[in-house]
């Protein structure tokens, strides 16, 4: 499935869900979306990402593994489903907005508890939400200057800029997406 589709679906599950255990496991879900998306731009997306993008991959797999594992429904992890990403920067702004609602939500459970080790546990997991939209931003940061860059080279070369499509410059990044359930 499309990484928009998958973001998407992981916002509205997030904004419906209600109570603790609901909103940690979207968290999670959020935090193991992000990785995946991180792994597949760092394998197939392109080259000026995969540093990036695999530092994003890794710094949500920390920050899946502070959550302790939700109740999951088996096949209802999402980012098992990610097959492409069609549009690389509209994806990395979607996941933006996702993982900020996750830092939001676990923002509310911290403060709403009384329990200790849930508190600490949000606290690390809200840290590890702010660096990965960090990570994020770095890409779409990225991704401004390169077109921009190529903007430049068009207007200087004489050459009119090229349409590329709803793909964007960077086409659709197919590929498994490597992530595994239950692997931190």
């Keep these: ?3 928009e589709r998958l973001i998407a679906a992981g916002r509205s599950a ?3 869900s209600r109570g603790v255990p609901a ?4 968290a999670w879900q959020a935090q193991a979306l992000a990785r995946a998306v991180g792994g597949q731009l760092a394998r197939c997306g392109p080259a000026e ?3 990036e993008a695999r530092a994003l991959s890794e710094t949500c797999a920390l920050g899946s593994a502070v959550l302790d594992h939700p109740m999951v429904p088996a096949g209802g992890v999402r980012a098992s489903q990610l097959t492409e990403v069609a549009h690389v920067p509209q994806a990395l702004a979607d996941l933006v907005l996702l993982l900020g609602e996750a830092g939001i939500a676990l923002v509310g459970v911290a403060c709403g508890t009384e329990e200790e080790g849930l508190y600490w546990q ?7 939400v702010d660096e990965s939209v960090d ?3 770095g890409m ?6 390169q077109e921009q860059e190529q903007e430049q080279e068009g207007e200087w070369g004489g050459e009119q800029e090229v349409n590329r499509g709803h793909d964007g410059p960077f086409g659709v990044i197919r590929g498994p997406a ?3 359930a239950g692997q931190p």
């Design 1 to 3: 499935m499309e990484a």
């Design 49 to 51: 990402l995969r540093t």
């Design 178 to 180: 490597g992530f595994v």
């Design 135 to 137: 990570r994020v931003h």
């Design 122 to 128: 949000c606290i690390e997991a809200i840290d590890a």
């Design 14 to 16: 997030l904004a419906e």
């Design 23 to 26: 909103v940690m496991a979207e």
């Design 140 to 145: 779409l940061r990225r991704l401004a200057e």
